[in-house]
């Protein structure tokens, strides 16, 4: 069965924030949220085809409690640990976790730069229950193992440890990765079906070939949603993965947009809201 992305409702534009939002996708409802992002204009669309990226939206909402600490990985060796409670919500005790994948052209200490910090207060604002976003660097082969490096094994075996330590809910956890990082969380489920309890994945960077579309069983149980604009090069490969899986991801969003920032923080606010919601 060919499972269609959802479509772009008549357009709604409202700036969100001091930075305001050109935004790089079609509307998407937010459900709770309550809020609708207009697809670009003519010009927007025009910068996006010319590789110029659009301003990126950022919530006007202020940090919680921000860190990022150094530690020490069996499996990986030392590595940078970022952590982002809501502001209001002190150190996060008890709070369930959204861990997130960064990409291959980031890292954990530049996650706070991207603004996931007054992310993760906006979301909470704006009625999603209290969360705290996690997040580590990666190996040389992104989160694949591959020589002394294990993400996979840190994942498994050490970041709960590690969650615990700092208070939260290690048990409670959701799963989210953007490109390279999509790709690997893709990979750990299908190894670890039981560690996560939702799945969002943000352009993931396959192609329509992978060998990884022929491992989907654990899509089949949990729940997840794929995000991928209409210009990205990995659309090909997001459209396969939408077709091969046994259950449809709930939602399936397109709209415009290519492989940017621009078009994954339009985004980010629905898509932490429905993780965090499986929690």
């Known amino acids: 069965m060919v499972h269609e992305p959802e479509q772009t409702p008549e357009p709604v534009r409202r700036r969100l924030g001091r930075r305001g939002l050109l935004a790089a996708g079609g509307v998407v409802g937010l459900g ?33 409690m921000v860190r990022v600490e150094r530690v020490t990985s069996q499996a990986m060796g030392d590595l940078d640990l970022f ?9 996060g005790a008890g709070l369930p976790v959204v861990v997130v994948l960064h990409g291959s052209s980031a890292s954990a200490a ?3 730069g991207f603004g996931l910090g007054r992310f993760v207060t906006a979301a909470v604002e704006a009625g999603t229950p209290p969360f705290v976003l996690v997040g580590t660097d990666d190996g040389p082969a992104g989160w694949i193992p591959s020589g002394d490096a294990d993400p996979q094994r840190m994942l498994r075996d050490e970041l709960p440890r590690w969650l615990g330590q700092r208070g939260y809910a290690a048990d409670r956890r959701a799963l989210w990765g953007w490109s390279r990082g999509a790709y690997g969380a893709l990979r750990f489920v299908a190894e670890e079906p039981d ?12 192609g329509p070939d992978d060998p990884a579309l022929r491992d989907l069983d654990a899509l ?8 991928c604009g209409e210009w990205d090069p990995f659309r090909d490969g997001a ?18 947009g290519g492989h940017t920032r621009a078009y994954w923080n339009a985004h980010t606010l629905e898509m932490l809201d429905r993780l965090v919601r499986e929690l």
């Open 110 to 112: 530049q996650l706070q």
């Open 83 to 91: 952590t982002a409670v809501p502001a209001g919500h002190g150190e």
């Open 220 to 227: 089949a149980d949990i729940p997840w949603g794929l995000w």
């Open 195 to 206: 560690w996560a309890a939702a799945l969002a994945l943000f352009s993931p960077a396959l």
């Open 32 to 64: 709770a949220l309550g809020w609708q992002l207009a697809p670009p204009s003519l010009t927007e669309r025009v910068e996006l085809r010319l590789g110029i990226e659009p301003e990126v939206f950022v919530p006007d909402a202020p940090e919680g």
């Open 239 to 256: 459209v396969a993965l939408a077709e091969a899986a046994p259950a449809a991801p709930d939602p399936w969003v397109g709209g415009d």
